[in-house]
């Protein structure tokens, strides 16, 4: 095994393969011998990571390379440590290729994303019986999640407050076209082992959803301990209280690997075109039947998802969710190009390209 003379803030049992370290990654790390040794970002505070590494963690900076780049580590990046013995700091020096990513437009910045976490094989999209459960943030999310490359599931928590969870999961299950529903309670454990298939060992699993859901709440029970603070009070309202700050990353009882969450109101849906594209498959399919390329599916003769929408074959209340999507996608852009002022006169505009750039990313 590596020898190293990194120094380690804290022990803890596991591999580097336990925190889902792949032949792959060996090979992208071959290149780096002597004093480099490789690891997982659990965390990141500002300008210092917390990373994983064979059987301990370190917190490192970046090397002034990577940040001239642009190129700031995300929880769940494999990085390349450098250990710096005259100092007694660790660097990270490079980011091994993703599998993965989550991603933010920046606006103000052509085509750069922010990665906010990488490497992640499953996202549990929480929600919450109650007041937080509404279609058109699921298919927000849902979108989100598609495009990050992250393969979907939704969660129902809270299932202990809902009279028939079972008929709240078919309600969803009518949206989210074959993305498996389960519903649970962090709470009281009901349904929680439904989650075991997507939690084997060595799998990266994000928990995204509003805050006040129970994402930490479901953590703490799956890590068996509680290591996440929780809201504290009943009457939980999910406008603007946020009690976990902090993205980070933990290795569960069974051997998964899950990264908590703040509540995701900061990720709005960025260069998500693609997954659009894949939460809409019916509705671009019958935009390729408009008679306009540019057409928009407002008022337009000949478009074929308004006839749809006549025909009682697509939902109005589903294009609605789309155009509200597509709009919001616009607009990001547009921000990013044109600045704030010009942009209402633009924002029409621009929507009716954007449905034709989503179109064309369908069935990559
Ligand atoms: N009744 C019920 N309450 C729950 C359940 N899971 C979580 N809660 C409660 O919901 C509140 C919010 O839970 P958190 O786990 O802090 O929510 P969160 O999604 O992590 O919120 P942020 O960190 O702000 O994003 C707490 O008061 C929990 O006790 C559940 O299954 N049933
Ligand atoms: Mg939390
Ligand atoms: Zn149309």
Known sequence: MR???????????????DL?????????????????????????????????IDSGSVTAGISGALRKLGRFPAVGDFVVLLDQPE???SRIVDILPQKTRFARGTPGREG??????ANI??????????????????????????????????VINKSDLADDPVSLADELTSVSSGIPVIPISAVSGEGVDRLDPYLSPGTTIALIGSSGVGKSTLINRLMGRPVQDTSHTRDYDDKGRHTTTVRQLFILAGGALMID???????????????IADTFPDILELAEGCRFSDC??????????QAAVAAGTLSAARLENFQRLVQELAFERDKA????????????????KMQRDIGKTKGR
């Open 3 to 17: 020898q190293s003379t990194f120094r380690c803030e804290e022990q803890h049992p596991y591999t580097l393969e």
């Open 20 to 52: 889902g370290w792949t032949e792959e990654h060996e090979r992208a790390f071959s290149k780096y011998t002597g004093r480099y040794l490789p690891g997982r970002v659990a965390c990141r505070q500002k300008t210092v990571w917390e990373v994983l």
């Open 87 to 89: 100092t007694g700091t």
């Open 112 to 117: 750069a994303d922010q990665v906010i976490a």
């Open 121 to 154: 094989d499953t996202v549990l999209i929480v929600t919450a019986a109650g007041h937080d459960l509404n279609a058109r943030r699921i298919e927000r999310y849902l979108a989100i999640a598609h495009a990050s490359g992250a393969r979907p599931v939704i």
């Open 261 to 275: 969450n703040p509540g995701l109101r900061e990720v709005g849906i960025g260069t998500a075109s693609a997954g």
């Open 296 to 305: 928009r599916h407002e008022l337009e003769p000949g478009c074929a998802v």
């Open 337 to 352: 190009e044109i600045g704030l002022v010009q942009l209402e006169k633009k924002r029409w505009k621009a929507i009716g």
